[in-house]
């Protein structure tokens, strides 16, 4: 069975432009997490989904970001504009209600901004 | 605000020997906690999970927990070489939220 899948692996851009990155969570889980990763914060949960529906967006850092999640199976992390301080490896994560407390991670995008 | 704890290492132990990977937590109302391995550049994975106080242990790992001191270990046992990686701790509160709070990682270094 596939895992968790992300595009793009590896994105670089510049300041102030658009970045999306897509996820899709492993068929049949119903919780969908954004993660960052940096050195200095750590793991940070942006949002969270259950059944598609954003159940806690407290960790986004400002109105720049905005993540949607349509269906089932995919979901996006959008960017706009984007700012060299957004540079980090961004992580999606899913979760089966029979099992929610093992959250499978994709293999992250990794993201510089110059 | 609710932090979880972890002394950034590196931890470095020799093979064969036992790692012991120590966690604290902020929030008393925190009901399970995790761990994580993630070796660099990949993502994190389940090692395991407890919440009940005391020992679970799985293969080589096991986990403490003590709520009254709020504190949270993995043991590792006969350590190899390829268990050299970052170990991150989470917590998860009491209710319907499924928001963990990670902590920073240890670094573990197994040497041959």
Redesign the interface.
Known sequence: DAGVIQSPRHEVTEMGQEVTLRCKPISGHDYLFWYRQTMMRGLELLIYFNNNVPIDDSGMPEDRFSAKMPNASFSTLKIQPSEPRDSAVYFCASSGTGSVETQYFGPGTRLLVL | QKEVEQNSGPLSVPEGAIASLNCTYSDRGSQ?F?WYRQYSG?????IM?IYSNGDKEDGRFTAQLNKASQYVSLLIRDSQPSDSATY?CAS?GAGN????I????TSLAVNP
Not at chain 2, 97 to 100: A, E, G, S, V
């Open positions: 399970s995790f990949k993502s994190p994975e389940l999970f991150l998860l939220n499924r928001k963990l990670w902590g920073l990682g």
